[in-house]
Nanobody
Framework: QVQLVESGGGLVQAGGSLRLSCQASGSVRSINAMGWYRRAPGKQRELVAHIIRGGNSDYADSVKGRFTISRDNAKNMAFLQMNNLKPEDTAVYYC???????????????WGQGTQVTVSS
């Protein structure tokens, strides 16, 4: 019953910015952590940024200083502000959430379908 839906991807020139959003909906009781992963063609999926409920966050070295993750706990949403985008940022970006469903007493991991980010040179 839980769904994660990403939005905000698109085509942008190098140096530009995009803001990704992730909405968790359905029978969500509570969310421990949310994060963003990405997969470039021919590459393994990698962690981009991660944030826990208290606000502490972590980033991949390649995006530190350029990307900022945030969340709205009341709305069950997470965001990824991406500035100074580079061609190597081109990938499908996936939202991830570690959350508890109303029917459960433990946390499980959920994934969105992904949103394409393409950065041209």
């Amino acid at each position: 019953q839980v769904q994660l839906v990403e939005s905000g991807g698109g085509l942008v020139q190098a140096g530009g910015s995009l803001r990704l959003s992730c909405q968790a909906s359905g029978s969500v009781r509570s969310i421990n952590a949310m994060g963003w992963y990405r997969r470039a063609p021919g590459k393994q999926r990698e962690l981009v940024a991660h944030i826990i409920r208290g606000g502490n966050s972590d980033y991949a070295d390649s995006v530190k200083g350029r990307f900022t993750i945030s969340r709205d706990n009341a709305k069950n949403m997470a965001f990824l502000q991406m500035n100074n985008l580079k061609p190597e940022d081109t990938a499908v970006y996936y939202c991830n959430a570690v959350l508890m469903d109303y029917s459960d007493s433990y946390y499980k991991t959920y994934w969105g379908q992904g949103t394409q980010v393409t950065v041209s040179s």
